[in-house]
């Protein structure tokens, strides 16, 4: 089994910043491509940033310029640093990741998800 575990989400007034992380563990064999997505009330959940191993990332057009996702392979863990927060940011945001346990199928896994508010 291969668990995320993310931490970092909270309240913040527009124009501050967060940092989400998520850790991976378990049985963990690899894994490839990290990211986050978000879902807010009523919408349906979107990309908002995707990473490879080799550090290749891809961002939703609405956070371009204003998110920066990171990974550390030693450690199975994933970041999201969010500035310039907006209302429309809030969400609860996901981490996902593709890899395989020692089973080796592989496996799409998801995060709990960790809720960011931010107020105008």
């Known amino acids: 089994q291969v668990q995320l575990v993310e931490s970092g989400g909270g309240l913040v007034q527009a124009g501050g910043s967060l940092r989400l992380s998520c850790a991976a563990s378990?049985?963990?064999?690899?894994?490839?491509?990290m990211g986050w997505y978000r879902q807010a009330p009523g919408k349906q959940r979107e990309l908002v940033a995707v990473?490879?191993?080799?550090?290749?990332?891809n961002y939703a057009d609405s956070v371009k310029g204003r998110f920066t996702i990171s990974r550390d392979n030693a450690k199975f863990t994933v970041y999201l640093l969010m500035n310039s927060l907006q209302p429309e940011d809030t969400s609860v945001y996901y981490c996902?990741?593709?890899?395989?346990?020692?089973?080796?199928?592989?496996?799409?896994?998801w995060g709990q998800g960790t809720q960011v508010t931010v107020s105008s």
């Open positions: 996902n990741a593709d890899g395989m346990g020692y089973d080796l199928r592989p496996t799409e896994y």
């Open positions: 378990g049985s963990i064999f690899k894994i490839n491509l």
């Open positions: 990473i490879s191993s080799g550090g290749s990332t």
